[in-house]
């Protein structure tokens, strides 16, 4: 298990996320309501980003195409924050007061995802460890192993990241620090390159 003193990035991770013409930030308070009380919240939330991306896409319609490329953002955008909101809320430390963040930046042909959360470094250290695997795995070779993990219930199977990578083609950047004055609460940033 990795153990952190420092920031240790993963993949295509990059704190210099360029200007866009269109971002949107959304942030969750940590609350004392139950988590299952505020879950259909996250859904929700993923579905504004995938309506407020869509409306303001500026790439052109294919002309006699059966895709609808505004749908299509629509429902890759949804399904890709909603996942990565999940992740992050599950995971992040209870006993924390920071916000769990999601930022949205659209470009002509690609959309970054931006997840900060706090998790505890136990937690931390095992998410990283299965990046460590993924960036280093082949992926279709993985997702395999994970859905066998997913049947026999042997862990946790990762697969909403998987599927992201899988059957949207996202790429991902991870950032693992310790957070001042917190030693066993781990800073991680998670940002998603969707091409459009």
């Given at each position: 298990?990795?153990?952190?003193?420092?920031?240790?990035?993963?993949?295509?991770?990059?704190?210099?996320?360029?200007?866009?013409?269109?971002?949107?930030?959304?942030?969750?308070?940590?609350?004392?309501?139950?988590?299952?009380?505020?879950?259909?919240?996250?859904?929700?939330?993923?579905?504004?980003?995938?309506?407020?991306?869509?409306?303001?896409?500026?790439?052109?319609?294919?002309?006699?195409?059966?895709?609808?490329?505004?749908?299509?953002?629509?429902?890759?955008?949804?399904?890709?924050?909603?996942?990565?909101?999940e992740n992050a809320v599950k995971y992040n430390d209870e006993g924390v007061n920071w916000p769990v963040t999601i930022s949205l930046y659209l470009y002509e042909?690609?959309?970054?995802?931006?997840?900060?959360?706090?998790?505890?470094?136990?937690?931390?250290?095992?998410?990283?460890?299965?990046?460590?695997?993924?960036?280093?795995?082949?992926?279709?070779?993985?997702?395999?192993?994970?859905?066998?993990?997913?049947?026999?219930?042997?862990?946790?199977?990762?697969?909403?990241?998987?599927?992201?990578?899988?059957?949207?083609?996202?790429?991902?950047?991870?950032?693992?620090?310790?957070?001042?004055?917190?030693p066993d609460v781990m800073q991680v940033d998670v940002v998603a390159y969707l091409d459009v």
């Amino acid at each position: 298990m990795m153990q952190f003193s420092s920031a240790h990035t993963f993949g295509h991770f990059t704190d210099e996320i360029p200007d866009s013409d269109e971002h949107l930030t959304l942030q969750f308070s940590p609350g004392r309501a139950p988590r299952k009380r505020r879950w259909s919240n996250f859904g929700l939330s993923a579905d504004f980003l995938g309506d407020y991306f869509a409306a303001f896409f500026p790439g052109d319609e294919v002309p006699d195409s059966k895709i609808n490329r505004k749908d299509t953002i629509k429902s890759s955008v949804s399904y890709i924050a909603n996942e990565l909101l999940e992740n992050a809320v599950k995971y992040n430390d209870e006993g924390v007061n920071w916000p769990v963040t999601i930022s949205l930046y659209l470009y002509e042909q690609e959309i970054i995802f931006h997840v900060v959360n706090y998790a505890n470094r136990n937690t931390a250290n095992k998410y990283c460890d299965f990046v460590q695997e993924l960036v280093a795995s082949d992926i279709d070779d993985l997702y395999m192993r994970q859905l066998e993990k997913t049947a026999t219930g042997s862990g946790e199977s990762h697969m909403g990241l998987l599927t992201m990578i899988n059957d949207y083609s996202a790429r991902f950047g991870w950032k693992f620090q310790t957070v001042a004055h917190e030693p066993d609460v781990m800073q991680v940033d998670v940002v998603a390159y969707l091409d459009v």
